[in-house]
Structures are given as structure tokens and as C-alpha cells.
């Protein structure tokens, strides 16, 4: 059965600036939805709001029941922000517990990372500490997960790493992504918003992309 996340009619004002102006986006399982945008164009605002931990004037639904809050239904949708947010007093092996996940299938497809289980958090690397997290909410238990610059601090090799295991997981769920690396996000979306000037835009080639002043995309 196909999921499918909207949000709609989202409006947002910081100190008499709109910042978002009636939005709409969706996404749905066994897609990848990628979201571009100049810095400052809200992209950030736009996912916590989806997530519930920002409030203001909007609609988000899953399968066109209303969600508020959703940041207390992992089981509906999971956020990664772009700080790390494990505490970094916790070991890997409570990390790898608390999520129900095997620590030896993520040291198989990051044949790289060489830290044990008894490892704690705060030893850890940016990058890193980047890819547990980004590991561990992208295999959760969840319809959708939405990801803000999930390749922050990643190396090229393991940027790769995570693109096939985005392609692969998105089987399972829904994938929101935001990053500036945005031939990263474009290689892996099936469909791509841009956000311009406070609304998103569905794109249907480069072109567009272009025309809306995000990206020169040929030479």
C-alpha cells in the first residue's frame, strides 16, 4: 500500500517577513522526494514544521488525516536536523539497541567506520556521528523520514554509501531530503521540489530549475 505525506497551505512569518507563503508538497512511500533552495528560503522552517516542532498556519496530513505533532509518532514520520542530536554520553551498542537495529549490517555497508559497540557518541567524528544518525533514522520503523543536509560532514565515498542506501530503503517508506549538494539529490529523487520565493515549485527538467534562479545547471 502506497502512504502519502502533504503538506499544504503552510504560511509562515518571522518579524513581519514572509518567509513561507500556501505551500504545498507532497511525498510518498517507495519515493524520494528531494527539496531545493537557496539558503534562507525556509527549507529548514518547512521541515520542522512538517515535523510538528514549529508551529504556525498549515495542513499536513498522512493519507489525508490531519497530523499535528507528528515529532511524537515515530512511527509516522522520523526528522534528522542538521545538528547531530545523539547525546553523547551514550554508546553505540544503546544507540543500536534503542532503534531494534543490528550494528553489524551498518558496519557492512560502511566497511569504513571502525569504531566497536562500546564506543560512546561524543568520541565519534562529525562525520561520523552523521552517518549513525542519518543510519539509524533512514532504517527505523517509520512511513516517512525527512532528512536536512543528511551529507553534511560525509566524506565522497560514503556520500555514495548513502545515496545506495537511500535507493534501497525507500522500498520501505518515504524519503524528504534537503541538501546545497544538489546534484547529489538530484541523482536519487524520483520527484523534486524547488522553493522559491517563499512557495515550492514541482520541477519537470533543469530548465526550470534555472528559469527559478536556484542553480545554473549546463556551462
Not at 502506497?2 to 508538497?25: G, K, T, V, W
Amino acid at each position: 500500500m502506497i502512504h502519502h505525506l502533504e503538506a499544504d497551505s503552510i504560511q509562515l512569518q518571522i518579524d513581519n517577513r514572509n518567509i513561507l507563503s500556501n505551500i504545498y508538497l507532497s511525498s510518498e512511500t517507495g519515493k524520494i522526494t528531494g527539496l531545493l533552495g537557496r539558503n534562507g528560503q525556509g527549507k529548514s522552517c518547512l521541515l520542522n514544521i512538517l515535523y510538528g516542532t514549529m508551529p504556525c498556519e498549515s495542513s499536513v496530513r498522512i493519507d489525508r488525516v490531519s497530523i499535528k505533532d507528528a515529532y511524537q509518532k515515530p512511527d509516522l514520520l522520523r526528522y534528522l536536523p542538521q545538528f547531530n542530536f545523539i547525546p553523547k554520553s551514550l554508546t553505540l551498542k544503546r544507540v543500536f539497541q534503542d532503534f531494534a537495529l543490528d550494528f553489524s549490517i551498518f558496519t557492512e555497508k560502511f566497511p569504513g567506520f571502525t569504531e566497536n559497540l562500546s564506543t560512546r557518541v561524543g568520541t565519534l567524528s562529525g562525520g561520523e556521528q552523521r552517518l549513525v544518525a542519518l543510519y539509524i533514522l533512514v532504517k527505523s520503523n517509520s512511513l516517512f523520514v525527512l532528512l536536512d543536509e543528511p551529507f553534511t560532514h560525509l566524506s565522497p565515498i560514503q556520500i555514495e554509501m548513502v545515496k545506495h542506501l537511500l535507493l534501497e530503503e525507500k522500498e520501505n517508506k518515504g524519503i524528504l531530503l534537503t541538501d546545497h549538494l544538489h546534484r547529489q539529490v538530484m541523482d536519487i529523487c524520483d520527484n523534486l521540489y524547488v522553493l522559491a520565493n517563499g512557495k515550492t515549485h514541482l520541477i519537470k527538467s533543469e530548465t526550470d530549475i534555472e528559469a527559478l534562479g536556484y542553480a545554473k545547471m549546463h556551462p
